[in-house]
DNA sequence: CTGTGTGCAAAGCATTTGCAAAATA
DNA sequence: TATTTTGCAAATGCTTTGCACACAG
């Protein structure tokens, strides 16, 4: 039933404890951490873990389609464990990125099909916006 | 009525002929250079001006509201002279990114408002998938 | 004339790469 | 045991910065 073992399996790729623990952290938080973060975040449990192989094992969970990679316009790329396409919100004053739960934007592909002659496969959406604790300060 | 003039006259910002020119270049295409093809391409006519430049030209026009940053998840930005809010067509083949015109997506904010505790500013919204050029290839 | 902007080279980050040693299957 | 992956350090690519000189207002 774990995915992962299955996945990898499947595409002969080595079940390494980093893989694990990077995939673990990502399913186990919703916070959309960097590459550093997760470094940061592992390197108590995984302390001989480096920052190279954090990001090997970010670009095959990403090829392996584990993890989606996000970017809402940063220096930096965020990751997030959650491979269902869900649009994300950025705060600008804190900026940390939450989840968007609830609302499908299934449609949008739909929408444009008219005004484009690609042919679409998915879509990104990030809404920029003032966070709850940022409202208050 | 040139809104550059105005603005930057306004801001006491001063009117430097790379201003002028990153600026007109990017009103003049719709191919969401990067700052390296906008500096390429204005070599011809200003062989002195520097990358830098290019990029501090475009840092005050993003600020000033002239330009719009956008991101479809390259390692690089690229730049739009058209600040009106517009979905982006990212070709994952050819790297290209197209607008799309003739959609509005103003309704996306209303429809999750009930969904997020944050007050919502603005949206970007992204597409990919092959245009029509690498779907005949 | 005064302060801001330019151009250059160097610095700064995020990310990638090459390679020997280690670990998985 | 045969690859693949790790960890390190060096390299790369995009962007920013510091500073002297030039230029717009």
Redesign the pocket.
Known sequence: MNTI?NI??E?????????IA?YKYLKSTNEHP???IIYKALQSD?P?????????????LVEVGLVQEI?VG?????YDGNTNPHPHIHCISCGKVDDIIGVSFDDLNDRITDHTDYDILTNQVYFYGVCNDCKNL
């Open positions: 073992t990898f399996r595409k002969n790729l080595k079940l390494t404890p980093q893989r990077v960097s590459a550093e995984y001989t873990m480096s920052l190279a192989t954090v990001y090997k094992a970010l670009k095959t970017n940063e220096s930096n790329f965020r």
